[in-house]
């Protein structure tokens, strides 16, 4: 639902300069504007600005409780300062600037901000930079570098120069900013990175994804919530070799990208416990059934911390090696990050400062903005991944019931059920796997499906010929209704065809791997 941005016109030394302004901001550029700007991402950029905004405010209540503690405290007792984390005004990092856009935005949109740098490799793009900044006005706020972002974060590790926030929006996978990302923001600062490479890490090549990302994918129709567990863990991987660890924000899976905010915090113990938030997972190739498995537990005894590998469980497989449901192969991959990737109260005061937003300060897409943080607000935060209720109904080939009913049939059986963003379909639900087949028996049962009109190998025959073993009640549940769609929120975006997936890349612009190896001409 993204709006059209604002074009003008005008002449400069007998050429033709445009210019683009979306929200507060202005960039100028010669020739067409497809050939950098995707109105598709203006929701991303919306959503970032939102995030900042409430970044800021919790900043300043945190850093207001802080110093009135402090000052209740003996004098002896009071602890130094850090002046980065305790400075007044945060400091952005634009690693991947192209236009200046986002930090043009960041100054103009985002109260309390000390500084932006927008970086770029390339020379052009920095020039741009320059004149949107001059058009804009900002030349206070924001600065101007030309260098490559890994160097750039790098040179920023130490206290002293760590930015509050950090923005990761690359052309493709954000893999390789990672490891200096996570050392140069300050502790309680906010790491926001975005990633396009959905092939990679939908499972189309899973030996890339594991070059990437460290981790195995698998092909799913809960792939993309899959990649965003696959990301969080590389961030946090990285940031567990500095004795930090994160804490998810947001997550969302929309369009034809990931994007992630975390928050970045520092402490050898709690990084620890990063382990315990793994698991790998394993999906029958047949019934698509899911099974998560963690990859260690610990055992607290007192003061006694252990932990220790975790022993198999049956799971999904049985003794011949087959999925217990149907009896097909099973894949197996990962790891995944299986805590919560949503801080709901965050979540809930984003919501709760966009629906007081006057309609004349109102974002250009506000409306998929609420919808959206509602959609996630509604997520169960403790059971990963999701299912299709349609494809449960296409392996025992039953004609789909309304996703309400099956709701509340799982509500009905004690179990808990949400909807999820990354999908229209998708069914989230803390009920085993073995009641979800109870339920595609029971709309079996009802339409007559007979199991002679299966194949032998088929998954569906298997399934309808094992006795359910629990009772099945399609009667509608109070709680099984969606709030978003009963407010009539704009909930998911579809594919409009025009302005469509990502641009193509720059030309002229360094492959990123190679950036930090060029030599400036």
């Known amino acids: 639902m993204a709006t059209d941005a604002v ?52 900043r300043q209540e945190f850093l207001k409780q802080k110093k009135e503690k402090v000052g209740n405290e003996p004098t002896a007792k009071k602890p130094k300062l850090n002046t980065v ?69 790098m040179d920023h590790r130490t206290l002293d120069k760590r930015f509050h926030v950090i923005d990761l929006d690359p052309y493709g996978s954000a893999s390789i900013f990672l490891d200096s990302a996570v050392q140069a923001v300050a502790d309680r600062g906010i790491l926001m990175v975005t990633c396009t490479d959905m092939a990679v890490l939908c499972g ?106 975790n022993t198999i469980q049956a ?3 049985g003794a011949d090696g087959k999925c217990v449901h149907c009896s097909h192969t099973v894949h197996h991959g990962g790891p995944l990050y299986t805590a919560p990737i949503h801080n709901k109260d965050f979540v809930d005061r984003l919501r709760q400062r966009i629906k007081n937003t006057p309609e004349e300060e109102r974002l250009g897409t506000h409306e998929r903005l609420l919808g959206i943080l509602s959609v996630i607000s509604e997520e169960l935060p403790d059971a990963p991944l999701y299912y299709e209720h349609d494809q449960l109904m296409n392996v025992v080939k039953s004609p789909v019931m309304r ?51 299966f194949d032998d190998t088929a998954p569906g025959k298997k399934i309808l010929s094992t006795e359910s073993t629990q009772e099945v009640n399609f009667s509608l ?20 065809g025009k302005n469509w997936g990502p641009k193509p890349k720059a030309k002229g612009s360094v492959n990123s791997v190679q950036a930090g190896f060029q030599v400036a001409s």
């Not at 050429?15 to 950098?36: C, M, Q, V, Y």
């Not at 400091?91 to 970086?119: H, M, P, W, Y």
């Not at 034809?256 to 520092?266: A, E, G, K, M, P």
């Not at 009913?405 to 999820?420: F, Q, V």
Request: proline share 3%.
């Open 7 to 58: 074009v003008e016109n005008s002449s400069k030394n007998g050429g033709a300069l445009n210019s683009l302004i979306e929200g507060k901001a202005k960039i100028t550029f010669t020739g067409p504007s497809s050939a950098f700007y995707n109105p598709v991402q203006e929701f991303n950029r919306d959503m970032t600005v939102t995030v900042l905004r409430q970044f800021v405010e919790d």
């Open 315 to 317: 799971g999904l497989v």
């Open 204 to 309: 189309n090549t899973p030996e890339a994804c594991f070059n990437k990302y460290n981790s195995i994918p698998l092909r799913h129709k809960s792939c993309h919530e899959m990649a965003l567990r696959i990301l969080l863990r590389s961030i946090d991987s990285h940031a567990n070799r500095y004795s930090r660890y994160i804490e998810p924000l947001l997550s969302m899976s929309v369009d034809f990208y990931i994007r992630v905010f975390v928050r970045i915090h520092t402490g050898a113990k709690e990084a620890k416990d990063s382990v315990t938030k793994l698991s790998n997972v394993w999906a029958c190739t047949g019934c698509h059934a899911l099974h998560l498995e963690p990859l260690i537990k610990k055992m607290v005894h007192g003061s006694s911390v252990r932990f220790t590998p």
């Open 85 to 153: 984390n305790d400075s007044d005004g945060i400091r952005i990092l634009d690693a991947l600037s192209a236009s200046g856009l986002r930090a043009l935005r960041f100054s103009k949109e985002v109260k309390g901000v000390e500084s932006i740098t927008a970086n770029d490799f390339s020379q052009e793009a920095v020039e741009t930079i320059k004149q949107n900044i001059a058009v804009n006005d900002v030349t206070h706020i924001v600065n101007p570098h030309f260098g490559d972002a890994i160097e750039t974060m």
């Open 403 to 453: 996703i309400l009913n099956i709701r509340s049939a799982i509500l009905h059986a004690g179990y808990r059920a949400s909807i999820t963003h990354c999908n229209p379909k998708g069914l989230k639900t803390d009920a085993p796997v073995s009641f979800l087949w109870d339920i595609a028996r029971a709309v079996a049962k009802q339409h007559k499906v007979s199991v002679e009109r």
């Open 477 to 496: 549940h109070r709680e099984a209704a969606s709030k978003s769609k009963t407010e009539c929120l704009v909930r998911y975006q579809y594919n409009k």
